[in-house]
């Protein structure tokens, strides 16, 4: 499923068709879905990171910014900062695991 940033709003998209499945958020500059295509991050204008779910778009959680960037590795959550600094988040707490 292609995730695009159009107009502010972050898309999921059919592989086939490319029929638009559900749409998320407003401000949003960055996205990234994980492996499952269960979970979607989504990176706003604010610097605040969202986690949602790509079945329901319901809100999971939110992680600390500002962040310019946001993406899944490994099962976890990597968070790049405004500041150029990087941590490592566990999804299902939030909390931090390694900052560099």
């Known amino acids: 499923m292609p995730l695009l940033i159009k107009n502010g709003r972050a898309e999921l998209r ?7 499945i559900r749409s998320f958020g407003s401000n949003v500059i960055d ?6 295509e269960e979970l979607v991050l989504l ?3 604010s610097g ?3 986690l949602r779910s790509s079945k329901t778009g319901s809100l999971k959680r939110t ?8 993406t899944f590795s ?5 968070l790049r900062k ?3 600094r990087h941590e490592l988040r566990r999804i299902a707490t939030g909390s931090l695991i390694r900052s560099y």
Do not use: H, I, W
């Open 48 to 50: 605040k990171v969202e």
């Open 63 to 70: 992680f600390p910014g500002p962040c310019d960037k946001a």
């Open 31 to 36: 996205g990234d879905y994980d492996q499952n």
């Open 82 to 84: 405004d500041d150029g």
């Open 74 to 78: 490994e099962g976890e959550v990597l």
């Open 43 to 45: 990176v706003m204008r």
């Open 14 to 20: 059919n592989d086939k068709t490319g029929s638009l």
